[in-house]
């Protein structure tokens, strides 16, 4: 069974500074990889997604990720902060070739200075 | 369009208690997930519809737990029995079909048992 982990709990970062919230997952193969936001109150939504192909994948609101088969990591990044960013991320992870259900980490926490 | 919705947005409920949540998901997407996430965990994967096949229950964590999805549009996710433990925050999710793997969330339904 796939696994995800984000190591950094919570992550304080000031606006304009660069960002970059860590994900390590366990699965067999390549899996499908996702990142996903949370604002205060609201559902999650979808930031970007790996299925195959270009390693590094944008996604919106700036952010971008990329695939390390090597280090089994899908790091989320962005060069600069806005503190409209201040929200919990999550990392999920799904098995190609069967059913879409996704496995998530447990979430990273970023709040921004001003 | 229309999002996911789901209603109460909040519930507090006492202990022994039943509930019932209700997902709308969003217009002809066939795939329909609950998950439910507690205080500084992950989302934990609970059960999920495709169409007219057998739910995935895989995720229920009790026999207190069930859902349904009348004609492959609204569900509903039953605790019978409320404890404690089940204070979370549930979330529905629906996706175009089973391999489309983008996800798109509801805002959740708060729980709370006193």
């Known amino acids: 069974a796939q696994s995800v982990t984000q190591p950094d709990i919570h992550i304080t970062v000031s606006e304009g500074a660069s960002l970059e919230l860590r994900c390590n997952y366990s699965?067999?193969?390549?899996?499908?990889l996702f990142w996903y936001v949370q604002s205060p109150g609201q559902g999650l939504q979808l930031l970007l997604k790996?299925?195959?192909?270009?390693?590094l994948v944008q996604g919106i609101k700036g952010f971008e990720a990329e695939f390390k088969r090597s280090q089994s990591s899908f790091n989320l990044r962005k060069p600069s902060v806005h503190w409209s960013d201040a929200a919990e991320y999550f990392c999920?992870?799904?098995?190609?070739?069967?059913?879409?259900?996704?496995?998530f980490g447990t979430g990273t926490r970023l709040q921004v200075t001003l | 369009g229309a999002g996911v919705s789901q209603s109460p947005s909040n519930k507090v409920t006492e202990k022994g208690k039943d509930v019932e949540l209700r997902c709308d998901p969003i217009?002809?997407?066939?795939?329909l997930y609950w998950y439910r996430q507690s205080l500084g965990q992950g989302l934990e994967f609970l059960i999920y519809?495709?169409?007219?096949?057998?739910?995935?229950k895989s995720g229920l964590p009790s026999d207190r737990f069930s859902a349904e999805r009348t004609g492959g549009s609204v569900s509903t996710l039953t605790i019978q029995r409320t404890q404690q433990e089940d204070s979370a925050v549930y979330l529905c999710?629906?996706?175009?079909?089973?391999?489309?793997?983008?996800?798109?969330f509801g805002p959740g339904t708060r729980l709370t048992v006193t």
């Open positions: 790996y299925f195959s192909g270009d390693t």
């Open positions: 999710a629906s996706s175009l079909s089973r391999r489309a793997y983008e996800q798109y």
């Open positions: 519809f495709q169409g007219n096949s057998a739910p995935d």
């Open positions: 999920a992870v799904g098995a190609p070739g069967t059913a879409s259900k996704l496995t």
């Open positions: 217009s002809g997407h066939t795939a």
């Open positions: 699965y067999g193969a390549t899996p499908y």
